[in-house]
């Protein structure tokens, strides 16, 4: 079901320092996010969003809050989108609540980081070329280079195949975009083949740099819902999980060291960052006190 909301606020703060992505502002557009992957942690009760599997909802005043928000914002910042619902999930494509945000955001003068599993981000490409000339960063999230397997953990997605050539189209536009390879599923995505296949394939369509984390977080309904998931799509699995983790929230990957090794080897014999160039306010110049 969908269904239109009115927000209070759009914009929140990021209080911790945001190593991975460098965001002071997380903006999101939506609640509840028609990918419905198997492991998405925006399904833990901390965050309130009480029917995930089954509503999304719009939040129909955005636009007029964002253009009120930045209106007042002093300090500029990189205000990121794709958290906690994907921002060019289906209903994105009549809504234009993403297109529509990210023009209001040109106009101000902020720069963007953009994180979704969607083609439909390039519909927004000259925007995001205009954001460009401050700092526009698109990041796709890819965990496994197999597309059927793919299908069965995000099952509302586009394909890892039809994100890689988005990737492509945007890097040829100059936009700097790369992959978020996060989370690398246990027993599931951890094969030394899936993570050097994810590298080659990036470096192959354009992929300035990856993020990665060999592992997933577990916990409350989000927990419930994939282990429901893992008995339908692959049984037996399930138990695997509950030997190695009972009620863990951090469930890294065994072998995460040695694929943490694989994975810079790959990055560097192609020259992909592991890590991404993030947003630099440009500092007024000194001048001499004499
Ligand atoms: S695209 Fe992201 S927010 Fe949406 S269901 Fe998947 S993991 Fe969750």
Not at 247 to 254: F, G
Not at 259 to 286: S, W
């Amino acid at each position: 079901m969908i269904r239109e909301i009115q927000a209070k606020v759009l914009l929140s703060h990021v209080r911790q320092p945001d190593t991975w992505f460098g965001l002071k502002y997380s903006m999101n557009l939506y609640r509840g996010c028609q990918h419905q992957c198997i492991y998405c942690d925006s399904r833990s009760q901390c965050y309130g969003i009480e029917n995930f599997n089954t509503e999304v909802l719009i939040k129909a005043n955005a636009i007029e809050l964002l253009r009120k928000e930045l209106a007042s914002k002093r300090q500029k910042g990189t205000i990121g989108t794709g958290s906690m619902n994907d921002p060019y999930m289906p209903l994105e494509e009549e809504a234009n609540l993403t297109g529509r945000a990210l023009q209001v955001i040109a106009r101000f003068g902020f720069p963007v980081h953009v994180m979704t599993k969607s083609d439909l981000v390039l519909r927004d490409l000259d925007t995001l070329r205009a954001i460009n000339g401050l700092y526009a960063a698109v990041s796709f999230t890819i965990t496994t280079f197999d597309d059927d397997l793919g299908r069965k953990l995000e099952p509302g997605a586009p394909l890892v195949s039809q994100r890689l050539r988005a990737m492509s189209t945007l890097a040829q536009h100059g936009v700097y975009t790369g992959v978020s390879m996060m989370p690398i599923l246990p027993f599931l995505e951890d094969s030394e083949e899936n993570i050097r296949s994810i590298v080659q394939a990036a470096h192959a369509h354009g992929a300035a740099y990856i993020i990665p984390s060999f592992g997933m977080s577990l916990r409350d309904r989000q927990r419930a819902h994939y282990y429901s998931q893992l008995d339908r799509l692959f049984p037996g699995l399930r138990r695997r999980y509950e030997r190695a983790f009972a009620d863990q929230y951090h469930c890294p990957v065994p072998n995460a060291r040695a694929l943490e090794e694989v994975f810079i080897e790959e990055c560097d014999r192609h020259g992909v960052a592991p890590r991404m160039k993030q947003y630099e306010p440009a500092t007024a110049t000194q001048l001499p006190l004499f």
